[in-house]
Nanobody, 127 residues
């Protein structure tokens, strides 16, 4: 059974930083892309960032480009999301998930491309 566990969320003032972590187990972690998504109250879950299986390619939502950085450590089965210059509109529950495709050629960005969602970690940015 694949499990992903997010951590690192919290309350931060606008302009501050947080680093989220997602630990994965139960699958050959280094064979799959990993993605971060977020969901604010009353809104649909949306793509934030993704990294391919090797860590060599990344994609970001336009709303976070230049502020967020995704990375992975395959030796630790962990993916990270460094969030800088946080804004109140970044407030949401952040989830990580595993790409359905092994060694995918494209870094997927839609919810349906991912599986094995974690329980989420709350990020709250105060103004």
């Amino acid at each position: 059974q694949v499990q992903t566990v997010e951590s690192g969320g919290g309350l931060v003032q606008a302009g501050g930083s947080l680093r989220l972590s997602c630990a994965a187990s139960g699958r050959t972690f280094s064979s799959y892309a990993m993605g971060w998504f977020r969901q604010a109250p009353g809104k649909e879950r949306e793509f934030v960032a993704a990294v391919n299986w090797s860590g060599g390619r990344t994609r970001y939502a336009d709303s976070v480009k230049g502020r967020f950085t995704i990375s992975r450590d395959n030796a630790k089965n962990t993916v990270y999301l460094q969030m800088n210059s946080l804004k109140p509109e970044d407030t949401a529950v952040y989830y990580c998930a595993v790409d359905r495709a092994m060694y995918g050629l494209v870094v997927a960005t839609t919810v349906n491309d991912y599986d094995y969602w974690g329980q989420g970690t709350q990020v709250t940015v105060s103004s």
